[in-house]
């Protein structure tokens, strides 16, 4: 991918933070996760941490899948603020399982310089299978945020994941106030082979988002991306949430990838757990047809 300073939506972002510049100590976070398969079920083997992100060990309380670990990524930050630096990687040996999450919504705290990035590289090997379901995005004020996710994965792997980004604190008056919001997820195989690249840019002060064909009268933006073999996508198409329903306060649609990579989901809603119900709808169609079992159930705090 393009380096992050290259970017040209964060050319009038360069400045640097009058407080802790990018690059001082509790600015840089670091996640290394590698799982292997041991005695029947994963494990997290290889773990690497540098605050503010930080993991605990895996857990297994998903009854549906005992053999699968879960685990919680965690910012003791508060957020995320102008100058951080995150980065995440995650590989997943031969025939192991995965669910990754985060402990909590991602708040992206208001800035007045520069801006904030995570960086994601998950490397999936060959019959493994990976859930990546963080909880939302919320950005305040002026919030300037760029993620990018590469995806080296085996013709044999899946990955589910999942992407839910508010218009701000709605509930505090905010909506769509902030500055940038660039999201970025290429996926290759391990041979190199590209097979697609979706981005989005989200510049509410380039062009109004109430447009129609953009956000509308919507509030919430949803996405879930599926990388699995056509045999277990197509099923799941078939039966993808879909249509326009402005009287539930919802729009979806399900379009395939090209190279037969899989599928991705696209929702808008005005609640964030409208967006949430329909990812986990197509979140268990993925479970149905690669396990025959449902996901875990809904938390009533969720």
Known sequence: MIPLHLLPELANYQD?????????????AQLRLGFRHRHGKTILHDLYRRAPLIVH??????????QMPCVFIISNAGGILQG????????????????????????????????????????LHAGSYLEYVPDPIIPHRHTRFVM????????????FASEIIMGGRKHHGELFEF??????????????????TEKLIIDPQQQSLRQAGIMG????????????????FEPIFEQAPCGFHPEEGWAAGTSRLPHDA?????????????????????????????????????????
């Open 16 to 28: 640097e933070p009058k407080q802790l510049a990018t690059g001082s100590p509790g600015k840089v």
């Open 57 to 66: 060990r895996g857990i297994y309380f998903d009854e549906q899948m005992p």
């Open 84 to 123: 951080d630096r995150n980065t995440i990687d995650v590989t997943l040996e031969e025939n192991t399982q995965a669910h990754l999450t985060t402990q909590s919504a991602t708040k992206v705290q208001e800035m007045d310089a520069n801006y904030a990035s995570q960086i994601q590289n998950i490397t």
């Open 148 to 159: 990018q996710t590469s995806i080296n994965i085996d013709p044999t792997a899946t990955l």
């Open 179 to 196: 500055d940038l919001i660039s999201s970025t997820f290429a996926a290759r195989r391990p041979g190199g082979q590209e097979l697609f």
């Open 217 to 232: 009268n919507f509030d919430v933006f949803g996405s879930a991306i599926l990388l699995t073999d056509k045999r277990n």
């Open 262 to 302: 899989g599928l991705i989901l696209k929702v808008l809603s005005l609640e964030s757990y409208v967006a949430r119900q329909k990812i986990r709808e197509f979140w268990t169609l993925v479970r149905r047809q690669m396990f025959g079992v449902d996901i875990m159930k809904q938390y009533s705090w969720h």
